[in-house]
């Protein structure tokens, strides 16, 4: 099972940037679509962006479309969400986890793998 370690939240005013990174262990981070989702405080879970295993698809929730970028590099075990233009309401916790089912699922409990989630908070 692969082992997801996120990094790379902090605090952050309105507008800015962030870029969160996600290191998995074992050798076969390449065989996984991976996901980022958020948790703001009293919210569900919400999904964010999705990748598959080469990087050619991407998927992102409306909300976040045209600011964020999902990547990853096969090489280091690594995928990223580059965000941009950052706003408080994108405060939340971010996990990183790995995707179980068929390309095309957005929710939670198809995926697995969780980390332990690294916080982002964009203050007005």
């Known amino acids: 099972q692969v082992q997801l370690v996120e990094s790379g939240g902090g605090l952050v005013q309105a507008g800015g940037s962030l870029r969160l990174s996600c290191a998995a262990s074992?050798?076969?981070?390449?065989?996984?679509?991976m996901g980022w989702f958020r948790q703001a405080p009293g919210k569900e879970r919400e999904f964010v962006a999705v990748?598959?295993?080469?990087?050619?698809?991407?998927y992102y929730t409306d909300s976040v479309k045209g600011r964020f970028t999902i990547s990853r590099d096969n090489a280091k075990n690594t995928v990223y969400l580059q965000m941009n233009s950052l706003k408080p309401e994108d405060t939340a916790v971010y996990y990183c986890?790995?995707?179980?089912?068929?390309?095309?699922?957005?929710?939670?409990?198809?995926?697995?793998?969780w980390g332990q989630g690294t916080q982002v908070t964009v203050s007005s």
């Open positions: 986890a790995t995707l179980r089912a068929a390309w095309g699922t957005r929710a939670p409990t198809d995926f697995t793998s």
């Open positions: 074992g050798r076969t981070f390449r065989s996984y679509a």
């Open positions: 990748i598959s295993l080469s990087g050619s698809n991407t």
